[in-house]
């Protein structure tokens, strides 16, 4: 767990000054029809399902949830690109609904410069971007919105990240990413101080690799920035013991204990309540031994 006198000590959104001297915790709310464990729960039929955002959001920031990331498009393994238009069409009614009854950070999970733009216009107090600002016109836009951004590493893209990912040495590769993406950013007007970077657990990955990566992720903290890490009911989980994504909620808490650890800032999870539980827990600990 990150010792509050080494490293990132604040994450500043509008408006608001996050502290990292303890985990944060980060909600899932996908209004995609396909998203590996939750599609369709949120959005089926075209249609976004406001009853059951609100329920989700209300459990999640009731427990302590500093952000709730939304996504419009599904980054599964082998998940296929949407429209530009239908992502925005997912997202900003997602967005207006949570803005209007919940005090609390939207993390806005996409690749799309317009929706980018958007999001930061509709309120959003940051991007969270999976392809750490490849598109064309992303830096441009990222910059323009002057919200914090979430770089994440990805060996591939959705469509075929699974097909064979290689690596001489997970880490290094990754963490040489981060930094290369970083400099880009910094070139175009986006701050240190703005970045947060995820290492992508799940994305372009064996199973070896994501178990490589959480047992050195404090080199990737070493970066000197702040950690988000996903690791809710991944598929790694099932390498180890056979559970469908319904039922690796006890092994998704243990990982989150290990990334915390590790030093992870942020915990993007699906199950806020427990996650929230074991980050008491981990705090009271290292609470105690100052």
């Known amino acids: 767990m990150t010792d509050p006198g080494y490293g990132p000590t604040q994450l500043v959104c509008p408006g608001r000054e996050l502290s990292l001297t303890r985990p944060l915790v980060m909600g899932i709310l996908n209004v995609t029809p396909d998203s590996f464990s939750d599609g369709g729960v949120l959005f089926n039929d075209s249609n976004l399902n406001v009853d059951a955002l ?9 427990a302590g949830a500093s952000f709730l990331d939304i996504g419009g498009e ?8 949407v429209s530009e ?7 900003l009614g997602a967005i207006d609904c949570i803005k209007r009854r919940f005090d609390v950070e939207i993390s806005l999970d996409t690749s799309t410069p317009r929706v980018m733009l958007a999001g930061a216009a509709a309120g959003v107090g940051m991007i969270n971007d999976v392809r750490a600002l490849t598109r064309e016109g992303a830096v441009e836009a990222a ?5 914090p951004v979430c770089l994440m590493h990805m060996q591939g893209d959705p469509l075929t990240m699974q097909k064979g990912p290689q690596y001489l040495d997970v880490v290094l590769e990754v963490t040489a990413f981060l930094e290369q993406r970083a400099a880009v950013c910094n070139a175009a ?34 970066l000197g920035q702040p950690i988000l890490v996903g690791l809710s ?21 243990a990982l989150a204990v290990l990334a915390m650890v590790g030093g992870a800032h942020i915990l993007r999870v699906h ?3 427990e996650t929230m539980d074991a980050v008491a827990m981990m705090s009271a600990c290292a609470e105690a031994s100052l």
Do not use: W, Y
């Open 54 to 62: 609100c329920r989700a959001a209300e459990t999640m920031v009731t």
């Open 74 to 81: 599904s980054t599964r393994p082998g998940a296929l690109s």
């Open 85 to 91: 238009q239908e992502e925005m069409d997912r997202v």
């Open 143 to 147: 910059a323009k919105t002057g919200l």
């Open 189 to 222: 007007g986006i701050s240190r101080e703005r970045l947060v970077f995820d290492p992508g657990f799940g994305f372009g990955k064996t199973p070896k690799h994501n178990f490589t990566l959480l047992k050195r992720l404090p080199e990737v903290a070493a």
């Open 233 to 253: 009911r991944k598929s790694m989980i099932a390498s180890v013991i056979d559970r469908d994504t319904s039922q690796r909620l006890p092994a998704s808490l």
């Open 271 to 273: 199950d806020v309540v």
